[in-house]
């Protein structure tokens, strides 16, 4: 399922807010480390949702090591800024002093876009790294981006501020680099995270269009998080409508799933609202079919669907996500302790 990624070794994953992106991000980086790959996985905020998800702490910039291929790292602005400027003067006590000096940080705040250049960079140090053979250090690298509608400018900045400086001075070098890196299709990949509702979908298709407008590159892969699958096999769709149908005839008020008259209740009311229940998630179902559908017809990307997970933690959440992202299951219609399901192109 995600041999289209196995070859790239720098992951951007992004998404309309609310759909899921850092979870999502959070099980393919746990996949791919269950392939025996050395996988770190970025944030770019001050906020870390991964801390949650793998259920760790993370001290600065150093990686933390989640298990022997997984680790994990927040690229807050400020840590990242100092680690650039590190490579510029010759000390980090010095470096920090710059930082502190509140001229320079009123400077640095209103100069535009060094938070995103910085993170970038730093994003960069970690794909150089190698180990004692020459080799690099990581397998995968994973970043996790802002929101969609903030993510192409945040990748465009490198390539920006190369330009402005036309090429010339260290820090335009270093942006140069940062700017290949992002444009290379051999070694990058963007995926889209969405869910299979209008706005997310239409967001994901104006996504793929900007990456190729501004970045003159496509959207690698969209992942669709949070896919209802048919409680009903298609071959008995017919015969469990015209009972959700007699069902609805012979108990009024059953859709909303209680009855005021509690002597009302039982064996046979049970059924019908187990009926009634499947009759909404039979809704569901083709809700999301039909936003698909939009996204099978206007990407040209590979588009992977994940089911719906019921967890109440989210490192078994993402546990489950990543054994589905690497195994799937196209005849299951859940994701169990012991199985998986894969939906398929409508």
């Not at 998404?15 to 770190?40: E, M, N, P």
Request: aromatic share 8%; glycine share 6%; net charge negative.
């Amino acid at each position: 399922m995600l041999e289209q990624l196995l070859e790239k070794r720098l992951l951007f994953v992004t998404g309309k807010g609310g759909v899921g992106k850092s979870t999502v991000t959070a099980a393919l980086a746990r996949a791919l480390a269950q392939t025996s790959r050395r996988v770190l996985v970025l944030e770019t905020d001050t906020f870390s949702a991964m801390e949650d998800l793998f259920d760790y702490s993370s001290p600065g910039l150093e990686p933390v090591a989640i298990n022997e291929y997984l680790h994990a790292s927040n690229l807050t602005s400020e840590e990242c800024f100092i680690a650039t400027l590190r490579r510029f003067v010759p000390s980090e006590r010095i470096a920090r002093a710059v930082i502190k000096n509140r001229v320079a940080r009123v400077f640095f705040k209103a100069a535009p876009s060094v938070n995103e250049v910085t993170i970038l960079d730093q994003v960069r140090v970690f794909f150089e790294k190698t180990d004692d053979d020459g080799k690099p250090f990581y397998d995968h690298i994973i970043v996790d981006l802002p929101a969609s509608g903030h993510a192409v400018t945040f990748l465009n900045v490198p390539a920006t501020m190369h330009g402005m400086m036309r090429g010339i001075g260290p820090i335009a070098k270093m942006s140069g680099k940062v700017a290949n890196l992002i444009s290379d299709p051999k070694t990058t990949a963007i995926v889209a995270v969405c869910l299979p509702e209008e706005m997310p979908v239409n967001e994901t298709i104006e996504l793929a269009a900007k990456l190729d407008d501004e970045l003159g590159r496509p959207l690698d892969m969209a992942i669709v998080n949070m896919v209802h699958q048919s409680p009903v096999p298609e071959e008995n769709r017919q015969a469990f409508e015209e009972i959700h149908t007699q069902i609805r005839k012979d108990y009024p008020g059953v859709e909303a799933f209680f009855f005021e008259d509690e002597e009302e209740r039982s064996e046979s009311t049970a059924l019908a609202r187990l009926i009634a229940g499947n009759a909404l998630a039979l809704g569901w179902f083709e809700r999301d079919s039909e936003y698909l559908q939009l996204l099978y017809d206007r990407l040209d990307a590979p588009i992977i669907e994940v089911p719906l997970v019921y967890e109440s933690s989210g490192v078994d959440v993402v546990g489950k996500m990543a054994r589905f992202l690497l195994e799937g299951n196209p005849a299951g219609n859940s994701v169990s302790d012991d199985e998986s399901s894969q939906g398929v192109p409508r």
